[in-house]
Every structure is written in structure tokens, then in C-alpha cells.
T-cell receptor
Framework: GENVEQHPSTLSVQEGDSAVIKCTYSDSASNYFPWYKQELGKGPQLIIDIRSNVGEKKDQRIAVTLNKTAKHFSLHITETQPEDSAVYFCAASYLPGNQFYFGTGTSLTVIP | GAVVSQHPSWVICKSGTSVKIECRSLDFQATTMFWYRQFPKQSLMLMATSNEGSKATYEQGVEKDKFLINHASLTLSTLTVTSAHPEDSSFYIC???????????FGSGTRLTVV
């Protein structure tokens, strides 16, 4: 089955700096890679996703890049703000209708 | 957009009792539902896969007699934690999938505390 690894496990950045979280996956058949933000006591919220036919996707301060050859994808957050502090999970799946394999999570702290 | 209503959002129960968690797709038919569990400060791990009208498929290490999953209709799947113990305390979340346009959506999750 699929194996998703995520690094780093914790990340602290100064407000205004950029944050990068990286994930690798093992199954070349995976075609969908979402990123989730989870705040304390809440469920994961989708913040951005990318399909395997796209190399990069941006949404304001958030971007995701995908390298299918190397089987890794990354989350980039620019101009970080304290409200970006949360746990971020990457995931991989083969859609339609298959399970998500989640990374182990990155606890991001943005220092004011 | 597609919405999955998951209830309850939180529940506290006594050890030995059973708890039922519902995931209901409000505006679409979910051909497949997945149930995940998240222990504190850990990632989400798949517990089981359920397809409408058939028996659920459980991941290794998940007791099917303890975690009963029913997917009797295309809009409702339930997870029943039977004879709950404190070690079952966790965050349970479902995801509902449909086949056209590769769609899916997560429920909001249920925090179960067994005392």
C-alpha cells in the first residue's frame, strides 16, 4: 500500500517568514494530494490540493508543488501569520473512491 | 457544495456502553465511506471502508465486532463503538466519496471520551 512521509514534525517561523512542509509518497499510482490544516480540537480542513496532472497550484499565500518523478510534494506558506499556527497534514490517494493515506503531521508555530 | 453531516460532534460515555456515530451525506449519494481514527497528537489512520449494501472492510488490527459499521443506504453510514473502553477515546471522522468528478468530503469529526 501507499506510504506517506512528512517532514518536519515541528516547525517554528517568525511572522512574515515562509514555511515549507515536505511529503513523499511511495505509490506512483496516487493521483491526488491534499493538504489539511487542523486546529486544536477540530477536524482537518482542506486548504489546498493538487492532482497528478498539475505541477503547481497557488491560492493566495498558499502553494503546493508536486514532483511526480521524485514522488514528493510540498506545501509553501508565505507571509506567515499567527493564525497559521496549527498542525498540517499531507495526504495521498488514488481517486475516485479510495482511501487517503495521511502523513504524520507538522506542528507549525508562527511567532509574532 | 457537498456536505457530510457527522453526529454527534462530541460524546462522553461510560466504560462498557455503546456509542453510535452517524455520517450522513446531505446532497449527494456516497458510494463509499471511509472511517478514520485519530489519537491525540497522531495522524489519521483508516479503520474501515464501507460500500453501500455490503459488509465493511476493516484494516488490520481493527476489531470488526467492536467497531460495527453499517452502510445501509447511499446517504448514511454509522459506526458503533460497542462495549467502549477508555482506550477507545479518540477522534473519529468519516469521509464520503462519489465517483463522478472524483469527489469526496470529510465529516466534521466526533470526539469520543470514555470514562
Amino acid at each position: 500500500g501507499e506510504n506517506v512521509e512528512q517532514h518536519p514534525s515541528t516547525l517554528s517561523v517568525q511572522e512574515g517568514d515562509s514555511a515549507v512542509i515536505k511529503c513523499t509518497y511511495s505509490d506512483s499510482a496516487s493521483n491526488y494530494f491534499p493538504w489539511y490544516k487542523q486546529e486544536l480540537g477540530k477536524g482537518p480542513q482542506l486548504i489546498i490540493d493538487i492532482r497528478s496532472n498539475v505541477g503547481e497550484k497557488k491560492d493566495q499565500r498558499i502553494a503546493v508543488t508536486l514532483n511526480k518523478t521524485a514522488k514528493h510534494f510540498s506545501l509553501h506558506i508565505t507571509e506567515t501569520q499567527p493564525e497559521d499556527s496549527a498542525v498540517y497534514f499531507c495526504a495521498a490517494s488514488y481517486l475516485p473512491g479510495n482511501q487517503f493515506y495521511f502523513g504524520t503531521g507538522t506542528s507549525l508555530t508562527v511567532i509574532p | 457544495g457537498a456536505v457530510v453531516s457527522q453526529h454527534p460532534s462530541w460524546v462522553i460515555c461510560k466504560s462498557g456502553t455503546s456509542v453510535k456515530i452517524e455520517c450522513r451525506s446531505l446532497d449527494f449519494q456516497a458510494t463509499t465511506m471511509f472511517w478514520y481514527r485519530q489519537f491525540p497528537k497522531q495522524s489519521l489512520m483508516l479503520m474501515a471502508t464501507s460500500n453501500e449494501g455490503s459488509k465493511a472492510t476493516y484494516e488490520q488490527g481493527v476489531e470488526k465486532d467492536k467497531f460495527l459499521i453499517n452502510h445501509a443506504s447511499l446517504t448514511l453510514s454509522t459506526l458503533t463503538v460497542t462495549s467502549a473502553h477508555p482506550e477507545d477515546s479518540s477522534f473519529y471522522i468519516c469521509s464520503a466519496h462519489w465517483t463522478y468528478n472524483y469527489g469526496y468530503t470529510f465529516g466534521s469529526g466526533t470526539r469520543l471520551t470514555v470514562v
